[in-house]
Each structure stands twice: as C-alpha cells, then as structure tokens.
C-alpha cells in the first residue's frame, strides 16, 4: 500500500477533527421547546377526567381452596378460569413460559400478577 501524502493526511485529521467535534455538540437528549404538560396526553376509559370510584375496574380474586380443591401447580393454569384472561401455550420466551393476555390484548407486558402466601 502506497504510504499517504502529506495533503491526504492533512484531510484524514480534519476529518477526524471534524466528527469529533460534531460527535461532542449533540445532545444525547431532546430538548421540547414548549412545556411538556402543554402537550400531556391523558388515557382514559370514559374519554374525561373522573374519580377513580366512578370508573368501572374489575379485580379478581382466586382462592387458595379453590386453587387446592383444582390441584393447581402453575400462575397460568391458577389463572386458565378468569373470564377474558388468555393463559395461552408459550410465549416469546419458549413453551414453559405462559403468554398472559387479556381479550384484545396478546403479549401484554402491564399485566400485574400478584400473589399472596
């Protein structure tokens, strides 16, 4: 390989210079021009603002009798009977891994499961 000219070299550093600098201006975060709650967006099931004891939610509790009397093993078979909860076969992370979901919704991953004792 022919070794580089004075010219070349001179160029490559600049380059080099150059992009450095270009690399150290910019910012690793974006900064909003306006104030972010002038552009909140807020979801909600009614569509306007309510107290929370007036939107419908539903909680579903499993018992451990009843978990018992089944002769449940697994979360996804304690869960298999919840009306609109999918415990379907597998998920992303292989066959021994349950996919939860809820009608509407398959590989939800904001779904809280919580268990007591």
Do not use: C
């Not at 089944?70 to 992303?92: F, N």
């Amino acid at each position: 390989m022919p070794p580089l000219g004075i010219p070349a070299a001179a160029s490559l550093i600049l380059v080099s210079a150059l992009s450095a600098t270009a690399r150290a201006e910019s910012p690793d975060t974006l900064v909003m021009k306006h104030p972010p709650e002038k552009y909140e967006v807020v979801v909600s099931a009614t569509r306007t603002a309510k107290d929370l004891a007036q939107v419908a939610n539903a909680a579903v509790v499993v018992r451990g009798d009843e978990l018992r009397r089944r002769g449940t093993r697994t979360v996804a078979e304690a869960l298999q009977d919840v009306v609109g909860l999918d415990t379907g076969e597998g998920s992303d992370n292989g066959m021994r891994l349950p996919n939860l979901g809820l009608w509407g919704l398959k590989e939800f991953d904001a779904l809280l499961v919580t268990i007591d004792g």
